[in-house]
């Protein structure tokens, strides 16, 4: 079993952002080597996500607006956690989109669907985030 | 290490539907001959999901209600996705249901508590999708 | 490549709590001497979770209150599956939460970030249940 580990790195200038990774992860499997496994993609804080959808912005607007009304940002005052720290919500957004992704690796491939994607979504950002890529297999 | 890959195909006629795929993919890892290991069953589509819960039809509607509740299919104007199309609450409840489930092979069985079953959520039916089943062990 | 299983056990004395299990896990991965690979932990009923944050009891409590709005337990003629059962909500909430994670293993250590922990998530406690660790590598 040959196994391999990289970490990305994302500074998201915003709150909030969904980032296109899947040529990150493609490359990562290129230097791999791996022609059969899995790949498994996780955020490494717990106030984002990596979650596979579509690429399309209309969408992400929508993924916007809509975890703002399962888990509003403000007041801030209505989260427990929000004592010295004001990313309660980030934390019950990243339950909702996850924290990881594992991925089929076939002939040297992400096995993807046509319209499968992956995505870092951050849900605090303004400061250097980092999501870790672990690949086993042969 | 050995590997298995297989796609399950589903045409389900109605928009929503919950059907219980434990069985195929027990059948699948009978092939597979793999005695120890991980299978990772995901949906290759963007608008459907795989996940484990109980066989049950009363809560099956109970998540119909719930996913509608949290994700309204109507008015279709209310997501900035629907331009084109008509689906964007379906890429809104599969990231509630899940995209993937991870399955532990031991002794050649799915090592499963006694109410755990695999089911493929369609939230965008009515057209052939599929699911991806990958097992890797020894 | 070598595997490992194991079970953990939690009696629960209330309907739900958050347990930070990430020392149990880390134990199991010193017993397996695995030192990369990947480790899956799951819950093995569907009323439970497996789940990665922070360790911070505001938060669990924000958890707490969150989740009872997303999914609220009473009135439990509500849900059409609390015939017999009082615990549909319980079967919500832990699709929210979700049923696993898959953890990096590097030299012999969860390849965590700064903050990240397990829990055991319990919505329909005051009896015996069950989470599976299951460690694949070499």
Chains 1, 2, 3 share one sequence.
Request: hydrophobic content about 35%; aromatic content about 10%.
């Amino acid at each position: 079993m040959k196994s391999y580990r990289t970490e990305l790195y994302f500074e998201v200038p915003t709150r909030r952002a969904f980032i296109n990774i899947t040529d990150q992860v493609e490359s990562c499997l290129q230097d791999s080597g791996i022609r059969e496994g899995l790949v498994l993609v996780n955020a490494m804080h717990i106030t984002a996500s990596v979650f596979i959808n579509d690429d399309e912005s209309g969408l992400h607007q929508d993924y916007e607006e809509w975890l703002e009304k399962l888990a509003p940002h403000a007041p801030v005052s209505q989260y427990k956690h929000n004592g010295y720290e004001d990313n309660a919500d980030a934390h019950l957004k990243r339950q909702v989109m996850g924290r990881e992704v594992v991925v089929a690796i076939t002939e040297g491939r992400l096995d993807f669907g046509t319209w499968e994607r992956i995505f870092y979504g951050e849900f605090d950002g303004r400061r250097k985030k980092r999501v870790l890529v672990k690949i086993i297999g042969d």
